[in-house]
């Protein structure tokens, strides 16, 4: 069973920028893909970005293309997301997801919830205008 836990998440104004991190514990997730999800309250859940389990294929919603960056360090079971020139629209609780890689098959695959086998329980990220 895969731990997930998220951090980093705070109150940032907009234009700012913050680093979430996610750290799996229980068992490896070097060979999972991860991606990173937002939920605004009375909203669902949104795809934000995602990486292979290599770390050399990175896949990001339209709206962050440019601003957020994914990473991965194996080494740490670590998952990054970067994200600079926050909105104040990006408010939301962010969660971290593993998936097995053989759930991805296609590209579109990463942006689709379903596919995850592991949550984390979020972080909170709140942008001010």
């Known amino acids: 069973q895969v731990q997930l836990v998220e951090s980093g998440g705070g109150l940032v104004q907009a234009g700012g920028s913050l680093r979430l991190s996610c750290t799996a514990s229980g068992h490896t997730v070097r060979s999972y893909a991860m991606g990173w999800f937002h939920q605004a309250p009375g909203k669902e859940r949104e795809f934000v970005a995602a990486?292979?389990?290599?770390?050399?294929?990175?896949y990001y919603a339209d709206s962050v293309k440019g601003r957020f960056t994914i990473s991965r360090d194996n080494a740490k079971n670590t998952v990054y997301l970067h994200m600079n020139s926050l909105k104040p629209e990006e408010t939301a609780v962010y969660y971290c997801?593993?998936?097995?890689?053989?759930?991805?098959?296609?590209?579109?695959?990463?942006?689709?919830?379903?596919?995850?086998?592991?949550w984390g329980r979020g972080t909170q990220v709140t942008v001010s205008s």
């Open positions: 990486v292979d389990w290599s770390g050399g294929g990175t």
């Open positions: 997801a593993a998936g097995d890689p053989m759930g991805f098959p296609e590209y579109s695959d990463y942006s689709n919830p379903t596919r995850y086998d592991f």
